[in-house]
Each structure stands twice: as C-alpha cells, then as structure tokens.
C-alpha cells in the first residue's frame, strides 16, 4: 500500500470515528433531557402525593420519605426510607411513605437507574 493509500484509509477512518463521536453525543442529550423529564416526573408524584401538605422541617414527627439506591451487592435495589429534620441538595421529599411504590409503577426501575447512572 502506498502512501496516498493509506493516507485515504484513515481519511475514512477518522470519518468513521468522527461521525460515531457525533452519534454518541446526541445519544447523551436524548438521555440528559429523557432524565430531566424523569425527574420532573418524580417531583410531580410527590407533590401529588402530598396532597397540598406542606412539608414542615421544623416537625421532628413528620417523616419526610426519599428514595436512594444501595449499592450493597446483597440489597442493590432501590429504597424508599425518611429523613425527619435534615434536607439534602436536589433530594425529592414525600410525605407518602409509598413514594417508592407509586414511583416505580409510574415511572419504573429502568428510568430510575437510568437517573442514577447519568443524573440530570
């Protein structure tokens, strides 16, 4: 193979890659926006849920329920379990203690690891 040849070949390659690196980072926007939809979604439930009930973290007796996963390799799933007086950043808090429920028939466990995995 010559030198023009080659040079061609990975004129194509670079093409190849080039429009495969395009392609993956229109994939990562359709996740980033379907993500914001989800978690929308979830703060939609929880308001729902609450039914107008104000949130009260001043109330030591209201129980402020969330949803984590735990990465345990005996318990990986997702939880749903309450705070009474400590607030975390970009956290969605429900008064419903079926939070976790109603979320995964609504939304389902694949939109919620995919939050997970890519956040928002």
Not at 36 to 43: A, C, D
Not at 71 to 89: G, H, M, R, T, V
Not at 98 to 105: A, G, P, S, T, Y
């Amino acid at each position: 193979m010559n030198i023009d040849e080659k040079i061609k070949e990975l004129e194509e390659k670079q093409e190849e890659i080039l429009k495969e690196i395009e392609k993956l980072k229109m994939e990562k926007g359709e996740i980033k926006r379907e993500n914001l939809i989800t978690y929308q979604q979830l703060k939609d439930i929880a308001l729902r849920l609450n039914d107008g009930q104000k949130i009260e973290w001043n109330n030591k007796e209201q129980k402020k329920y969330f949803i984590y996963y735990n990465f345990n390799k005996q318990l990986s799933k997702f939880i749903c379990d309450y705070e009474k007086i400590a607030k975390s950043l970009n956290t969605i808090y429900c008064l419903d203690e079926n939070f976790l429920n109603v979320v995964l028939e609504e939304i389902g466990e694949e939109k919620l690891n995919q939050l997970l995995k890519w956040g928002i």
